[in-house]
């Protein structure tokens, strides 16, 4: 599945963005979706995860009941819904397929998008 993610930018913190990964190629709805950030000089981590079904979701504790993730497979899209944004939340955000929602690390998942940039201003 190749992987297409849009929707980051500049944003004051205590603000709102919506981040959307477009999929084509191999059946989308076989995949558990996650979506996870990199800020620079740290590692990958995981932000946020779906299953196929979309029934299931897993977060983070440092974005749990700020963030947001669902999917729409009629239309093969991830969705990271963004709210509250901290500094902190500075990071490449890559979306990317996986076999199971409850499987978070970065080597869990097989497939990923080539990021998009979401700023944070204090």
């Known amino acids: 599945v190749q992987l297409q993610a849009s929707g980051g930018g500049l944003v004051q913190a205590g603000g709102s963005l919506r981040l959307s990964c477009a999929a084509s190629g191999r059946a989308f709805t076989s995949y558990a979706m996650g979506w996870l950030r990199q800020a620079p000089g740290k590692e990958r981590e995981f932000v946020a995860s779906i299953s196929w079904r979309g029934g299931s979701t897993y977060y983070a504790d440092s974005v749990k009941g700020r963030f947001t993730i669902s999917r729409d497979n009629a239309k093969n899209t991830v969705y990271l819904q963004m709210n509250s944004l901290r500094p902190e939340d500075t990071a490449v955000y890559y979306c990317?397929?996986?076999?199971?929602?409850?499987?978070?690390?970065?080597?869990?998942?097989?497939?990923w998008g080539q990021g998009t940039l979401v700023t944070v201003s204090s």
């Open positions: 990317a397929a996986g076999l199971s929602y409850s499987k978070t690390e970065p080597v869990d998942f097989g497939s």
